[in-house]
Structures are given as structure tokens and as C-alpha cells.
């Protein structure tokens, strides 16, 4: 089994939907974190979690929403979906500072 | 935030060439990372540097840190086709999320 999955994998939702995100994993690690990536910009950070009750806006937080249901469970919402939301979404773990971070295999989501 | 800027941001060779990829911010960071991605799968890493001016081979791809910890460097000496994949850099400030570079992706021609 994946150290870092998500579920789905792939998703095609209508505009104003609400729709969920979910990624667990079994590291063990506190942080995880969730991304964004659109040809051409690279992975964009949307929230990060340092650990239970810790909750972090990123960069592009704007339409997004999570929640850290236990240290293996981080989930990603976005409330009303709209088209420019349509990415490749990306789980990660770490155990700290500057160590190694473990991506899940990605969520494409498509709004129409 | 802290901006990690990369370049080239695309690069298209032909087998047995060398190549340099960039990485540089105004920030300075406690360490670095060189991560791959290839299409449909999550960035996996390749390399941690910490020290500045450290220098780190793996085969034939040299890391470099520089001096002042806000930069680094990704050669790849005698490029072949399996090298072909987005490269990333990634960085963390202390108490800070780890931020990527909007990458450079490689492709190799045999």
C-alpha cells in the first residue's frame, strides 16, 4: 500500500458543487501538506498542517477550506467549485523541518 | 512567502549533452531539495542539501548549495532519455511550510 493516498484520483465535478478531498497516510508524520499544480507554475501550497491543532493558510488558500481529522487524515475542501479550480491536486507528508516530503499520487480534478 | 525562482523553465536536449538547471531566491533557507516528477505521479526526491557550498553526486547529477544558503544548481552530465521529468526545487524557512519552484522540465531526445 501507498504510503500517502488520496482519494479520488480523478474527478469531474459541476460549478458550485461542493466537493472533498481526502488523504491519509502512514508515515506517522505531523505535517501534511496540500498543493496545487497548473502547467507551468510549479506546486502551489493551499493550506499546511504542523500538526493536529495546528492549521496553516499557504499561498492560494482562496476558495479552499481542510480539516485535520487525526495525524493520518488531512482533507481538502473546496466549497463551490468554480472552473478555475480545475488542477492537479497533491497530498504530502514530512516529519519535519527540511526532511523529505512524500506525495501522494494526485488528485485531477476538473470543474465544469 | 518564500519565492524560489527556477530556470530554465524548459530545456529540450539531445542525448549525451549536460545541462544546468537553477534555483535561486532572496531568501535564505536552512536547506534545499531536488525533487523529480514524471507526468501522472507525485514529486519524489532526490537530494537534501544543507551546507552552504555543498556539493552532493548521485550518478550523474551534481547538487550544488551556495555559499550564502539562497541558491542552488542541478547538472546532469551526459543527459539520457530516462531523465526526461520536471525537476523541482523545494525549500523551507524555519517554522515554514516547504516551497517549490515552478520547476524546469527536461526533455531528453535519444
Known amino acids: 500500500d501507498a504510503d500517502v493516498t488520496q482519494t479520488p484520483r480523478n474527478r469531474i465535478t459541476k460549478t458550485g458543487k461542493r466537493i472533498m478531498l481526502e488523504c491519509s497516510q502512514t508515515?506517522?508524520?505531523?505535517?501534511m501538506y496540500w498543493y496545487r499544480q497548473d502547467p507551468g507554475l510549479g506546486l502551489q501550497l493551499i493550506y499546511y498542517?504542523?500538526?493536529?491543532?495546528?492549521?496553516n493558510k499557504g499561498e492560494i488558500s482562496d476558495g479552499y477550506s481542510v480539516s485535520r481529522q487525526a495525524q493520518a487524515k488531512f482533507s481538502l475542501s473546496l466549497e463551490s467549485a468554480i472552473p478555475n479550480q480545475t488542477a492537479l491536486y497533491f497530498c504530502?507528508?514530512?516529519?519535519?523541518?527540511?526532511?523529505?516530503?512524500?506525495f501522494g499520487q494526485g488528485t485531477r480534478l476538473t470543474v465544469v | 512567502t518564500q519565492l524560489l525562482e527556477q530556470s530554465p523553465q524548459f530545456l529540450s536536449i539531445q542525448e549525451g549533452e549536460n545541462l544546468t538547471v537553477y534555483c535561486n531566491s532572496s531568501?535564505?533557507?536552512?536547506?534545499l531539495q531536488w525533487y523529480r516528477q514524471e507526468p501522472g505521479e507525485g514529486p519524489v526526491l532526490l537530494v537534501t542539501?544543507?551546507?552552504?557550498?555543498e556539493v552532493k553526486k548521485l550518478k550523474r547529477l551534481t547538487f550544488q548549495f551556495g555559499d550564502a544558503r539562497k541558491d542552488s544548481s542541478l547538472h546532469i552530465t551526459a543527459a539520457q532519455p530516462g531523465d526526461t521529468g520536471l525537476y523541482l526545487c523545494?525549500?523551507?524557512?524555519?517554522?515554514?511550510?516547504?516551497?517549490f519552484g515552478k520547476g524546469t522540465s527536461l526533455l531528453v531526445t535519444p
Open positions: 504530502a507528508t514530512s516529519e519535519g523541518q527540511g526532511t523529505e516530503a512524500f
Open positions: 508515515k506517522g508524520h505531523d505535517r
Open positions: 498542517s504542523f500538526d493536529v491543532k495546528d492549521i
Open positions: 531568501s535564505v533557507f536552512s536547506s
Open positions: 542539501v544543507v551546507t552552504g557550498g
Open positions: 523545494a525549500g523551507a524557512g524555519t517554522g515554514y511550510a516547504l516551497n
